[in-house]
């Protein structure tokens, strides 16, 4: 898997998403440009929301499109399955657990093999969760000096309604998969459709 190098805050700019979303900076007053604005080809905008998510997720092109043919396959909109594929992803879940300041770290603590789901060790972090499933921090990981600064450090921060986070012990129940009304950024997942349409 390649590793993405690219300053975080940069590219946020360029895609136009607050840095909040991959768990770096402080939330800004958002200052709209004045003058003209600049138009984009179709083209440039639907490769920028799918750049987008996959900055956001972090799958490779391959992985993404992979993803992306599953979403196709299943029932109901491409757009709005394939939010709910990337958002079920384990690190991501992880990482809105509060157990990792953002997915680039989620995605290294899974890999590394800190976490359980329904009982069992899980070390991939594009595992797909489904209803039901109990991800929990695992025994020996509960008492490492880094989980307990990551929980300090993520105490404030919001678990989406589709988590039933238990912070006492540092699991978490899935009651219902994600939706797009569940994402804290905004995309036009339409345009991916599009994108991959032609």
Not at 7 to 12: A, F, M, S
Not at 107 to 132: A, C, E, M
Request: proline share 3%.
């Amino acid at each position: 898997m390649s590793v993405n190098r690219e300053p975080i805050l940069k590219k946020c700019k360029s895609l136009g998403i607050s840095p909040m979303v991959m768990g770096v900076g402080k939330e800004t007053k958002r200052h709209s440009a004045s003058g003209f604005k600049k138009m984009e080809s179709d083209y440039k905008q639907q490769l920028k929301e799918k750049q987008k998510l996959k900055f956001i997720y972090g799958p490779g092109e391959k992985q993404f499109r992979h993803i992306y043919e599953r979403a196709e396959k299943m029932e109901g909109q491409a757009g709005a399955n394939l939010l709910t594929l990337l958002e079920s992803r384990l690190d991501n879940v992880v990482f809105r657990m509060g157990l990792a300041l953002t997915r680039r770290e989620a995605r290294q603590l899974v890999t590394h093999g800190h976490f359980n789901v329904n009982g069992h060790r899980v070390d991939i972090p594009s595992y797909r969760v489904k209803v039901g499933d109990v991800v929990a921090l695992r025994e020996s990981s509960k008492k490492s000096v880094k989980f307990q600064e990551i929980v300090e450090g993520t105490n404030g921060r919001v678990i989406p309604t589709w988590i039933d986070m238990n912070r006492d012990n540092l699991t978490a129940s899935i009651v219902r998969l994600p939706v797009k009304e569940d994402l804290d950024y905004e995309v036009e997942e339409h345009l991916i459709v599009e994108l991959y349409s032609k």
